[in-house]
């Protein structure tokens, strides 16, 4: 097993070169902003459609006066073609309202995430899983000797094996004060499993049916509430955002800038 806390974010900008020319015909709307400008002045490196900073953004995130993008108030550590994750840092008197700032409009924790909670008065009937002593005694210590130190878990696993996000109704039912923080456990093998502390993975999705380019592969989701959602990815061979509104999917010469978050302690 594999514990890990969230990483420093240090922003690495590399520009790859793919080795085909390309012309973008698909324009990104022009009332989203895709960058973000920190104390300094200078613009971060252009996220890619449908992320961007500004109301006409269809996933709109918040810049940072340090330039970094958060969402919901959580600073945001990656972003992929599939989930958002971000920094919950393990806080024993957080309001437990503060959890609906995880459910947006176009995003909701996956069912990939244990939500750690305080001072619920309603036990669950299905234990939620904290695989490691350790890291259950991590977070106890946290809140040792307070009045908020009586923590509860919530999972989707023993409840809805087929569920993709936390369901909220389910979690506000624990009745808990406080939201502590978070564990992402993603499975590395069958008998081995990676726990991220102090993380959250949102999955998100575009609403309605599928609006890929021709050249991508078209996910439908079964967002929170019953709503129709989609994601696109390129099929293999190609690059792009995968969305019929975005840049597409293309052969050719694209430059890419790719965001790493990496940890200065190692």
Not at 44 to 67: A, R
Not at 122 to 132: N, Q, T
């Amino acid at each position: 097993m594999i514990i890990s806390s969230p990483p420093v974010p240090i922003f690495v900008a590399v520009l790859v070169t793919l080795q085909v020319v390309i012309a973008i015909a698909h324009a990104i709307p022009a009332n989203c902003s895709r960058t973000c400008s920190g104390h300094d002045g200078r613009p971060s490196p252009s996220i890619q459609y449908p992320f961007g900073f500004s109301p006409g953004c269809p996933i709109q995130l918040n810049c940072t006066p340090d330039g970094n993008a958060s969402i919901g108030g959580f600073p945001v550590l990656a972003i992929t073609s599939d989930t958002i994750t971000v920094t919950i840092v393990a806080q024993c008197d957080r309001p437990i309202s503060i959890v609906q700032r995880l459910y947006g409009p176009h995003f909701a924790p996956t069912s990939k995430n244990a939500i750690l909670l305080n001072n619920c008065s309603s036990r669950s009937s299905v234990a939620c899983p904290l695989p490691s002593a350790m890291a259950r005694t991590h977070f106890e210590s946290i809140c040792a000797g307070g009045t908020n130190s009586s923590m509860s878990c919530y999972s989707e696993q023993g409840r809805n094996s087929t569920a993709e996000f936390i369901d909220l109704k389910g979690l506000r039912g624990l009745k808990c004060q406080y939201l502590l923080s978070g564990i992402l456990a993603e499975s590395i093998s069958n008998d081995s499993m990676s726990l991220d502390v102090q993380m959250i993975q949102l999955g998100w999705w575009l609403d309605g049916d599928c609006k890929c380019d021709k050249k991508a592969a078209c996910r439908n989701i079964s967002a929170p509430d019953k709503r129709r959602g989609f994601r696109c990815r390129c099929r293999d061979g190609y690059v792009g955002d995968g969305f019929a509104d975005g840049i597409g999917c293309h052969k050719g010469k694209l430059e890419l800038i790719i965001n790493f978050f990496i940890n200065d302690s190692l």
